[in-house]
């Protein structure tokens, strides 16, 4: 008998394992062109080169360590933690970029993302207790939907990367509730940190607003909590904990962005039409405003197909007593995305709520909405499968010696579910396709030669040259991203690239570097780096990384050192070697002395190493959760022993 266990079981195990494998495989064929390893192939997506430069953070970890806490790269630079665009403290987005580089990792973490979206919604399926069939499939759906492969239409691969995390949130939940031990809540509790450092906002709201349906599993009848509930206290407990290197930077300094906001609803679409986006493939009628849409496939790509819409709605009729509960979670769940997702909180009451005019573009927590959907649609196909049907197919022979065919006729829905995987693939597929990097962007940074620090900027909305002229080492101003400081300026660059027949204000034309691209300079523009004296500037040489910079200065009188470097708490000045004191204002600016002197100033935040303390106790905490139960057995044995 324990043998006949022992073999079911590694059946099992090996059916299961090959279930994963072909989610896993369905993701890296359709995102298969992204996988090369090579960075001179790029996603056409627009906005490729501008939403990952923040993972040069691992880089500049590699050369000089701590240096890489300020980014130093745009707009006078800022604190690298306090961005949200990259998700640089996401395990993928750090492994990625650490063995594979900035464009290699980025275009793997769209594909790994992809794989964690199918392999999410598959542990979803298998924790509600689904068969083989409607787990595997609904696992390849997730993981090959538009609903994360039409993102790149301009490249919002943090898009991509926290729908894929907040969606391993969903099972996550249901294995504390079977489980109830502190194993499940350490799980749910690293996955809810993942999904907090996994960028962008948009999800990460659409999922605290789909809260409330979480509440429909936690709570029992007359409103008793259920009893695996202080499990998930110790889950959110481990999981803000683990989050706190981004949390205490960004809680420190929320109140001094500026993010643009809309009250004008062009990121939206009402509800009513913006559950068609789940049943239409036609890329060319995503980019027109039809049916009150932006015109833009990156935020209406949606396409999942009429299969699992209809085996959705499937629920309504084919369901058990004891699964209700579930139901009522998904659909509340979708539901709520949905409704978030429509824009209808920010028409209503944008004017009154300004933080709501921040989520300018709530379309992008639609895909959020799979994850659910999904997962009524798997009940649906189960329920299907597992009715006696009185539709079969019955052939008998005459012959004896023949075996009479006897088919269960519902098994032609295979046929439909595979007609549905090969369509939506055929879909994403057209986002997931690369490009060569122009060469005349590296002819004209090839062009620019600079012996000292200065900030430099490119033509207006031509993104490509932002991630590679970072990756050079050159500084931007105004570059680009999403937000910016309150009350601060931008340094104005000293050269400017400008395209076609444009002449930026004050330029001195340098020549033309390439047909069509002119380089200008700006006297009138301060160094980056100069001593100020009275009405009288000494030019300085600036180098250095990120947040350890040096400044080489020779000049005939004493006066103010000033570098256009914004100035936040947590730097640090020397002169010479001895520390100096920095002027309150908004560049690094120290007293200068006559004479030829060098300046170092560091970068050394309170509110990382808060963070990473935080995260340490976090560690901690998960360890000794993991780690208590066995401690507590032993004792019990041995009291049991001595008695």
Same mark, same amino acid.
């Given at each position: ?66 240096? *890489?806490?300020? !980014? ?27 063995? $594979? ?18 392999? *999410? ?103 008793? =909590? ?12 481990? *999981? ?36 068609? !986006? ?102 649906? $196909? ?78 207006? !909305? ?119 004191? $920095? ?10 002395? *006559? ?25 901690? =905490? ?22």
């Amino acid at each position: 008998m324990k043998e006949r266990i022992r073999q079911i079981w590694k059946r099992e195990t090996l059916f299961l394992a090959l279930e994963l494998l072909l989610i896993i495989a369905a993701a890296a064929w359709l995102g298969r062109d992204y996988l090369k390893l090579d960075d001179t192939q790029m996603s056409p997506g627009a906005e490729f080169f501008w939403v990952i430069q923040t993972h040069h953070f691992w880089d500049w970890v590699k050369e000089c360590g701590t240096c *890489a806490l300020w !980014n130093g790269s745009e707009r006078g630079g800022f604190p690298a933690l306090v961005d949200l665009q990259g998700a640089v403290l996401h395990p993928v987005v750090i492994l990625t970029t650490w063995f $594979l580089g900035v464009v290699n990792g980025a275009k793997w973490t769209v594909v790994i993302s992809m794989a964690l979206a199918g392999l *999410a919604q598959w542990w979803l399926a298998r924790e509600l207790g689904l068969g083989r069939v409607p787990r595997l499939w609904s696992g390849i759906l997730a993981a090959i939907g538009a609903h994360l492969a039409g993102r790149m239409e301009l490249a919002w691969i943090g898009i991509i990367l926290s729908t894929a995390s907040a969606a391993l949130v969903f099972p996550a939940v249901y294995y504390v509730l079977r489980k109830n031990s502190n194993g499940s809540a350490v799980v749910l509790g690293v996955i809810l940190a993942m999904a907090v450092v996994s960028g962008q906002g948009y999800v990460q709201i659409g999922l605290l607003f789909a809260a409330p349906a979480f509440f429909i599993l936690l709570i029992k009848g007359r409103g008793a =909590l259920v009893p695996s509930f202080p499990k998930f206290m110790l889950a959110g407990a481990i *999981a803000v904990l683990l989050a706190a290197p981004l949390l205490v930077p960004f809680g420190h300094f929320s109140s001094q962005f500026d993010k643009p906001s809309d009250t004008s609803g062009k990121g939206s679409q009402p509800l009513g039409y913006l559950v068609l !986006n789940f049943v239409i493939a036609d890329k060319e009628f995503l980019r027109t405003p039809a049916l009150d849409k932006p015109t833009s496939a990156a935020h209406t790509a949606q396409f999942i197909g009429w299969v699992p819409v209809l085996l959705a709605a499937l629920v309504l009729t084919l369901n058990r007593r004891e699964d209700r509960r579930n139901l009522w979670f998904l659909a509340a769940a979708t539901g709520l995305v949905l409704f978030l997702a429509s824009g209808w909180l920010l028409e209503k009451y944008g004017a009154n709520y300004q933080f709501l005019t921040r989520v300018r573009n709530p379309l992008l927590i639609m895909p959020l909405a799979v994850t659910p959907l999904l997962g009524l649609a798997a009940y649906g $196909l189960d329920q299907f499968l597992k009715r006696s049907w009185p539709f079969r197919l019955s052939l008998q022979s005459e012959d004896p010696r023949t075996t009479d065919l006897n088919f269960d006729l519902k098994w032609l829905i295979l046929i439909a579910l595979l007609v549905n995987l090969r369509n939506v693939s055929a879909f994403s597929r057209s986002f997931l396709s690369v490009t060569t990097y122009p060469e005349h962007y590296t002819q004209v940074m090839d062009s620019i030669e600079l012996d000292s620090h200065q900030w430099i900027t490119f033509p207006e !909305n031509q993104w490509t040259f932002i991630e590679p002229g970072i990756r050079r080492g050159f500084k931007l101003s105004p570059g680009i991203l999403p937000w910016a400081w309150k009350g601060r300026e931008w340094p104005k660059p000293i050269l400017e690239v400008s395209a076609g027949d444009r002449v930026p204000e004050g330029g001195i034309s340098q020549g033309e570097i390439i047909p069509n691209y002119t380089l200008y300079s700006f006297e009138d523009n301060r160094e980056y780096a100069y001593v100020e004296a009275g009405e009288d500037i000494y030019p300085c040489k600036g180098s250095g990384t990120g947040g350890k910079l040096t400044v080489t200065c020779d000049s005939p009188t004493a006066g103010t050192l000033v570098v256009k470097e914004n100035y936040f708490t947590g730097w640090s000045a020397a002169v010479d070697g001895q520390p100096s004191r $920095l002027v309150d204002d908004q560049w690094l600016s120290v007293v200068a002395p *006559a004479g030829a002197h060098t300046f170092t100033f560091e970068y050394r935040p309170w509110d990382v190493w808060a963070g990473v303390g935080l995260a340490g106790l976090g560690v901690a =905490l998960a360890v000794f959760s993991l780690i208590a139960p066995a401690v507590t057995r032993r004792r019990e044995r041995r009291a049991a022993l001595s008695q």
